[in-house]
């Protein structure tokens, strides 16, 4: 598997957003859709991929893997990671998380669902560590989540 990762570009939003609703489709089936195609579309391009901390990951011209990253308040977060279905299990999720990590100051945090074992497995087999556990009234889904650090 030969795979490039590189700095997102606008010209891959529909790419990007295309990839994010097929992987939450596809690994997240608990979780409700909080926003429609062209609202997802919109906010690639208007605001996740503007802000400059997205990385892709690219077999080819094809994009299979998404890292958003960002700082804040002297905490770094992992924002997104996702890979496109049917390439979990192969590093490639292991590959972009050492990228994140080889760029970002600790401590270093991150959301997941509770429900999303795979993610929780895999931030742990990380060395991230559980802070609380939530009850999804602070995100869209409203589904029960999980914060992690890495300190």
């Given at each position: 598997m030969?795979?490039l990762?590189r700095?997102?570009?606008?010209?891959?939003a529909i790419?990007?957003?295309?990839?994010l609703m097929?992987?939450?489709?596809?690994?997240?089936?608990y979780?409700?859709?909080?926003?429609?195609?062209?609202?997802v579309?919109?906010w690639?391009?208007?605001?996740?991929?503007p802000?400059?901390?997205v990385?892709v990951?690219?077999?080819?011209?094809?994009?299979?893997?998404?890292l958003?990253?960002?700082?804040?308040?002297?905490i770094?977060w992992i924002?997104?990671?996702?890979?496109?279905?049917?390439w979990?299990?192969?590093g490639?999720?292991?590959r972009l998380?050492a990228h994140a990590?080889?760029?970002?100051?600790?401590p270093?945090?991150?959301?997941t669902?509770?429900?999303?074992?795979?993610a929780?497995?895999?931030?742990?087999?990380?060395?991230?560590?559980?802070?609380p556990?939530?009850?999804?009234?602070?995100?869209?889904e409203?589904?029960?989540?999980v914060?992690?650090e890495?300190?």
């Amino acid at each position: 598997m030969d795979i490039l990762l590189r700095p997102a570009t606008a010209a891959d939003a529909i790419d990007v957003a295309t990839l994010l609703m097929a992987s939450r489709e596809s690994h997240l089936p608990y979780a409700p859709i909080a926003h429609t195609a062209p609202e997802v579309r919109a906010w690639v391009r208007d605001v996740l991929l503007p802000s400059g901390n997205v990385t892709v990951a690219c077999e080819g011209e094809r994009i299979v893997g998404v890292l958003a990253t960002a700082r804040e308040e002297g905490i770094a977060w992992i924002e997104q990671l996702y890979l496109l279905p049917g390439w979990t299990g192969q590093g490639l999720g292991t590959r972009l998380l050492a990228h994140a990590l080889s760029t970002l100051p600790r401590p270093v945090r991150l959301y997941t669902f509770q429900a999303n074992a795979d993610a929780r497995r895999f931030y742990e087999q990380h060395g991230f560590e559980v802070i609380p556990l939530g009850d999804g009234s602070g995100n869209e889904e409203r589904c029960p989540d999980v914060l992690f650090e890495l300190r």
